[in-house]
């Protein structure tokens, strides 16, 4: 398994808003824990959009939200 990070998935994780949705353009940083566990008990959705809910989950669960923070300030979206 490659856990080489990549900076522009990350770029793109910091940077992606919900695209539908009670909380639609909102980063997924921002969503509320009990959403991104309502997705974990459901099922993500697939694609792209369930990739980065899945990889957020599991950032915030390791308390890393300050990594995407910080990202977003020090790497703005043009």
Do not use: C
Request: glycine fraction near 8%; aromatic fraction near 12%.
């Amino acid at each position: 398994m490659d856990m080489t990070p990549d900076k522009e998935k990350l770029l793109e994780l910091a940077h992606y808003r919900m695209p539908y949705g009670k909380f639609k353009g909102r980063y997924l940083v921002d969503l509320p824990d009990a959403y991104l566990i309502w997705f974990k008990q459901q099922g993500y959705p697939s694609g792209k959009l369930g990739d980065l809910l899945r990889s957020m989950m599991e950032i915030k669960i390791n308390g890393l939200e300050p990594l995407i923070r910080r990202v977003q300030k020090d790497f703005p979206q043009l």
